[in-house]
């Protein structure tokens, strides 16, 4: 064998090296963004946060400092649309958030057949049938953030989306699932940003 030969061999070995420990490395390191979750991953999540007071007589959340809110869309309960967003047990509520703070959101399709989304925009309702269309894709895409649009789970897994949103000026802003009809038949809510 040449050196020439054994060079290119051994830069083939190499290169499997490095395109195996890649294949192997790469789903632990990156960054969990989307993907599965189990019912089970679900219900430890939907625990009180901290910097979050619950307000039930008026259907909203304050949130004084940097916090997970988890976000499900489409909840299957008896008496609640399934054009809905339950944030810790309310259904739609109003998101109140102090100027300058950090929001990350764990969005997670709990409907067993429609796909959803969560898409924070200035865009008021009412809504038309085709409002936030155009905003269907994922990556904090929207000056806000959305959520990519996220399918029914199957076999147990509920498909998740993380996203994070800093909310610099006061103001009043909205969350909207943009599937066509969904935010036309209620699926929105309310975000009032106060200094
Ligand atoms: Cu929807």
């Not at 979750?37 to 259907?59: C, D, H, R, Y």
């Not at 967003?85 to 102090?98: A, D, L």
């Amino acid at each position: 064998m040449n050196t020439y030969k054994a060079f290119a061999l051994a830069s083939v070995a190499l290169l499997i090296i490095v395109a195996a420990a890649s294949f192997f490395v790469y789903p632990t390191s990156a960054p969990e963004q989307y993907g599965y979750m189990s019912q089970g991953q679900l219900s430890a999540l939907a625990v009180p946060e901290a910097n979050i007071s619950v307000n039930g007589t008026a259907n909203s959340i304050y949130v004084s400092g940097p916090a997970t809110i988890l976000v499900e869309t489409g909840p299957m309960k008896a008496n609640v649309s399934m054009y809905s967003f339950e944030i810790s047990g309310m259904i739609n509520p109003e998101i109140v958030v102090k100027q300058g703070v950090e929001l990350k959101f764990v969005v997670v399709n709990v409907d067993s057949d429609a796909s959803h989304n969560f898409v924070i925009t200035s865009a008021s309702p009412p809504y038309t049938y085709m409002s936030g269309s155009g905003m269907m894709g994922g990556g904090n895409t929207g000056m806000y953030g959305s959520s990519m649009m996220l399918s029914p789970g199957s076999g147990g897994n509920l498909n998740y989306y993380n996203m994070t949103s800093t909310f610099s000026s006061t103001g009043t802003l909205w969350y909207l699932c943009t599937y066509p009809g969904h935010a036309q038949n209620g699926m929105y809510g309310k975000i009032s940003v106060i200094p």
